[in-house]
Structure formats: C-alpha cells, structure tokens
C-alpha cells in the first residue's frame, strides 16, 4: 500500500492517523485533474464545463453511498463533520421546546456533544451523557439506553472513540431510541477508515464522516435517512435547491474536494476495508502488547483487541504527554497528545489537564513504523 501514498517516505513514522491521514495517489490526481481540466465551474449550468461538475457530484454520492451502504440522494457534502453538525442540529432543534431531551455519551468527541449541547440550550431543552467504563474504556448500551425516554428527540452516539478505539454496540440503542421515537445521529468520523460500514444495517437515521481520515481531502459529509431530507427545515438561502440533499449544502461545494472524495471513496471500495483493517489489527496488536509490556507506561480504553480500531491513548510516568509527543518527534514518530477533542472522555479518565498520546494505525504503517515507536516510547521509561 505505501506506494500509493506519495506523502510517506521513509523519514517519518506516521502515527497521526485519527488526526487525518495521507491522501491516497488517485485522490490527489483526481483533485489536480479536475482543478486542471476547466470543469473548474458551478453545477447546474448550460455549459460543457458545468454539466461535468454537476455529473462529478452526482458520481461522488454515487460512490460514497456504496462504501456506506446507503443512498446517494441522503449524501450530503460539507467543510468538515463539525460544520455539518453545527448546521443539522440548528436544524433539528427548530422543532424542540421546553424540558425536550437529547442524549448524548462521554465517548464521544465533541464535534458530537458541543453542537447538540448548545443547540439544547437554545431551546429550553437538556443533553444528558451516558458514562462509560474508565477501566475498560466501554461503553454498556444500558448506560445510554436508561436515558432515553419519551422526551428524547435525538442520540448523538460515535460509532468509535477517536480516542480510545471502543466502538459502542450501537443496535440497542438505535432499538431503545426508535421505540421512543427518537432518532439517532452517528458520528462515523473514526469507524470508516478502519470498518465497514453499512448505515441502513446500522438502522441510524444521521451518519457522518470525514473522508480525510480515510485518505481523501479534507472535507466531510452526512449521510440523511429518506424521511428526514424534505421534512427538515435547514437554514438555507432562498434561490439555493429544495430538494435534498443540496438543500443542506450552503453556498458553493467544494467540486475539487468532491473529485478527491470520490477517488478515496473508490480505493477504499477496490482495496476492502475488511483486508486493511486486518492488516491494521496485526500491526497494532504489536503496538498495544508493547506498550503494555513497558514499565511506566499506562495504556487507557480496552487491552484487548475485541471491537475497537487500531487506536491507542497512553501515558509515561514522569513525562508529561507533550513531552512525550516531542520525544517522539525528534525520533522521526509522529503522534498526537493532548484531548484530541475528545474532552468528556479525557475528563472522565482523569487526564483533563493533561490529555494523553495517541497513536493510530492506518493502511501504510509498516512494522518498522511499530519498531520505531516503541524504541522511542521505550527510551522515557526506566
Ligand atoms: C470521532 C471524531 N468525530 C468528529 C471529528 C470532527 O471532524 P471534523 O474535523 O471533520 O470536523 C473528529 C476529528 O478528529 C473525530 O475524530
């Protein structure tokens, strides 16, 4: 695989993944071919350049919808999964009033908490979050099931921690949300790269991601259930389309944006996600039993390999998380430290202040990317 990714030479260890990956070879030329190929134009036109533009972004959602299992006229293109969630929960609160209730978790980043939390406010509504395990870094469906009830109008749950890898059991709660009659918005953001993903076997009604964490640009985008699309009212100018999903698209797509998704989308599908995600588990099954095997290093979320992504927070005693970062750095190891936004779970975890570091596999970790972590990692510990 690392052929196809013209940003990792030899010099570094990418372990920066979760923060966004390289972009694959076939996204960054479909994105320069477009910019070079004079279909540089606004969709919906009369002429050659524009009707290319507008058939771009129909093959776009075209693509994405098969790598996520769903339809390509719920796909909905943004700037990032935070715009578009600012944007769709401003829309979803217009309906809610007075002790109305939104449920949320502590394992999620808080591109999928702020949002909802302010719009909640703006309402007279509330955003209750379900804990989940520090010791195991899971979540028990219980803790978010026991929180919905017949004021609940939406669940706002990850499909996987960017911090700590756990990927909820999301069934029971899309079944306890439904029988209330709520409904229920997934953050995709860190499960696409490393999963398939299939959003109607899902049964959500909301899904977003951000193709560059899977090799794309950097953008993102939202997948809308079918009865949804036309009964929401989203802020939109009034000349801009009715009709979904370019209704929740506000002002100009970015179309060479849209190339490079589609080519990501494509490799993806080409390579399987099922064979990079085993390549993934076996490298990180080194990295997870080596950190544990390190004096002074604690790892956070699960120590196992069961129902997670290859993503792992930890700390070394004595150092200080950027100090570690740092370490890292001048050994040619990149990794992040910090919350990575990830705030309620670092808060529950103890490491508010702190934060921790992250490292995260991708599809062109080599094994003597892992070598090289933990050679470093090891140096800070007696
Ligand atoms: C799990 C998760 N959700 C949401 C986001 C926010 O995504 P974006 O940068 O596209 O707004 C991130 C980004 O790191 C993330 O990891």
């Known amino acids: 695989m690392r052929e196809r990714f013209p940003g990792i030479g030899d010099d570094w260890a990418r372990f920066d993944g979760p923060a966004g990956t390289q972009m694959v070879d076939t996204a960054i030329d479909a994105m320069a071919d477009f910019l070079r190929s004079g279909d540089n134009a606004n969709g919906h036109g009369f002429f ?25 006229d719920g796909i909905v293109f943004g700037a990032n999964m935070t715009t578009l969630t600012f944007a769709f ?36 509504a509330v955003l209750r979050l379900a804990p989940f395990d520090v010791a195991t870094g899971r979540i028990d469906p219980d803790a978010v099931t026991s929180l919905i009830g017949p004021r609940t109008k939406w669940v706002a749950i990850t499909a996987a921690s960017n911090a700590l890898g756990t990927m909820p059991d999301l069934a029971p709660v899309v079944a306890a949300a439904h029988a209330q009659g709520a409904r229920v918005f997934v953050d995709g953001v860190h499960l696409v790269p490393h ?19 899977w090799y794309g640009p950097h953008s993102g985008l939202l997948w809308i259930t079918e009865d949804l699309r ?39 599908m080409e390579s399987g996600v099922d064979p990079i995600a085993a390549h993934e588990r076996d490298l990180f099954a080194l990295i997870l039993r080596g950190l544990q095997a390190l004096d002074g290093v604690t790892v956070y979320g699960p120590g196992d390999l069961a129902a997670r992504t290859p993503t792992v927070s930890f700390t070394v005693a004595g150092c200080h998380p950027d ?20 705030v309620e779970t670092m808060d529950a ?14 599809c062109y970790t080599s094994p003597a990317d892992v070598d090289r972590l933990l050679a470093a990692v090891g140096e800070l510990t007696p």
């Open 48 to 72: 050659a350049a524009s009707t290319a533009s507008t058939e771009l972004v129909g093959d776009a959602r075209s693509a994405v919808a098969r790598l996520l299992g769903a339809d390509a």
């Open 89 to 124: 929960t401003r829309a979803v609160a217009r309906a809610w009033t007075d002790g109305d209730e939104i449920v949320g978790t502590r394992l999620d980043h808080d591109a999928n908490v702020t949002p909802w939390q302010l719009a909640a406010a703006d309402r007279g």
């Open 195 to 213: 999963q398939p993903v299939d959003v109607r076997a899902i049964g959500c009604d909301v899904f977003v991601t951000s193709p560059y964490k």
């Open 230 to 268: 036309d009964s929401l009212m989203p802020y939109k100018v009034r000349p801009s389309p009715n009709s979904a999903p370019e209704r929740f698209e506000t002002g100009t797509v970015s179309f060479e944006a849209i190339a490079g998704i589609r080519a990501a989308a494509a490799f993806l």
């Open 323 to 342: 100090e570690v970062a740092a370490h890292l750095a001048s050994r040619q190891v990149a990794v992040w430290s910090g919350s990575y936004y990830a």
């Open 349 to 362: 975890l103890g490491l508010a202040t702190t934060g921790a570091v992250r490292v995260g596999v991708s």
